[in-house]
């Protein structure tokens, strides 16, 4: 079966890579601009323009291939959300403070949300609705729901992401170890010792 591709527009697929120095030279101006007489219809016009020309991006997300064109300004979670329709990844405080949008990019844990797109062309994504192989959970997974390691559920993607990463990175050998690097993860819930335990019990079964 092909993999998965959203073609580029000819006239986007023109526009060459975006440097970090460029998406911070074009947020400081539009920012400027809203301070002029009329700077706010002007920097809205100014944003507007930027979005539509756009900016290539080729990213691998759950193992399907990707090509899109982009707002250079966009964040990951927001390319995920917005134009992938991968909503597992969650948008809590779009502050990297809550690790609710937390994914694994090239195997390491991010926030999402304070991550620019347009930063990783080539990367390899993986969110929450890639870590199950089809109808057999991760274990992980499948530890979150024994131990009870959720309540509403709006921080578990979050959670098992960070988790799988805590796991990979050798930071689970002990309920301690694993609060100190889960401390970016909230859970509004209190589901921490579930959320540990669960860590803990999965650690095993990987490592087995």
């Known amino acids: 079966m092909p993999e ?13 890579p975006v440097s970090r120095r460029e998406v911070l030279q074009a947020t400081a101006g539009a920012v400027a601009l809203a301070a002029l ?17 756009g900016h290539s991006l080729r990213i691998t997300v759950n193992g399907h ?11 990951i979670l927001d390319v995920l959300r917005e134009r992938l329709n991968l909503t597992g990844t969650k948008k809590g405080c779009n502050q990297g403070a809550c690790g609710a949008c937390t994914i694994l990019l090239n195997g390491q844990r991010v926030n999402a949300c304070l991550t620019l797109a347009a930063m990783h062309d080539g990367a390899e994504i993986t969110t929450i609705e890639g870590v199950a192989q089809g109808e057999a959970l991760h274990p992980l997974q499948a530890a979150f729901i ?17 988790g799988l990463g805590c796991i ?28 540990v335990a669960a ?10």
């Open 4 to 16: 998965e591709t959203s073609h580029i527009p000819p006239a986007a697929a023109a526009f060459p």
């Open 37 to 53: 007489p009329g700077g706010a219809a002007d920097s809205a016009a100014a944003a507007e323009a930027g979005a539509a020309a």
């Open 65 to 75: 291939a990707h090509e899109l064109a982009i707002d250079p300004r966009q964040s």
């Open 146 to 162: 024994e131990h009870d390691g959720f309540q509403c559920g709006y921080c578990t993607g979050g959670q098992i992401m960070s």
């Open 168 to 195: 990979a990175e050798g930071h689970a050998g002990s309920p301690a170890e694993i609060k100190a690097w889960m401390s970016g993860n909230i859970c509004r819930c209190g589901a921490y010792p579930g959320i």
């Open 199 to 208: 860590i803990a019990q999965a650690n095993k079964a990987v490592r087995s």
